[in-house]
Nanobody, 118 residues
Framework: QLQLVESGGGLVQPGDSLRLSCAAS????????MMWYRQAPGKERELVAR????????NYADSVKGRFTISRDNAKNTVYLQMNSLKPDDTAMYYC???????????WGQGTQVTVSS
């Protein structure tokens, strides 16, 4: 069982930056592909970024390419989402998600709120 705890959200102005963190515990972190999702009010949850188990491959939603960077530190059991040039459309609850490499297990964190407003 993997536990995920997100942190780093907050209220920022357009153009600002934030770094989200997701700390994992309870299982071998490097056995998981990690993802960040977000969900805005009234909208479906969408995949924002994905990183492979050793950090060598990343993928991004078109809406965040060039502005967001996903990374992971397997020694610290943590995945990060660096968000730059934030826009009001980035306002959402951001969720960390882990997908086990060897079976159909997936885990979610509780979410951290990001609000971009002037």
């Amino acid at each position: 069982q993997l536990q995920l705890v997100e942190s780093g959200g907050g209220l920022v102005q357009p153009g600002d930056s934030l770094r989200l963190s997701c700390a994992a515990s309870g299982s071998t972190f490097s056995n998981y592909v990690m993802m960040w999702y977000r969900q805005a009010p009234g909208k479906e949850r969408e995949l924002v970024a994905r990183i492979g188990s050793v950090g060598s491959s990343t993928n991004y939603a078109d809406s965040v390419k060039g502005r967001f960077t996903i990374s992971r530190d397997n020694a610290k059991n943590t995945v990060y989402l660096q968000m730059n040039s934030l826009k009001p459309d980035d306002t959402a609850m951001y969720y960390c998600n882990a997908r086990f490499l060897y079976a159909q297990y997936t885990y979610w964190g509780q979410g951290t709120q990001v609000t971009v407003s002037s």
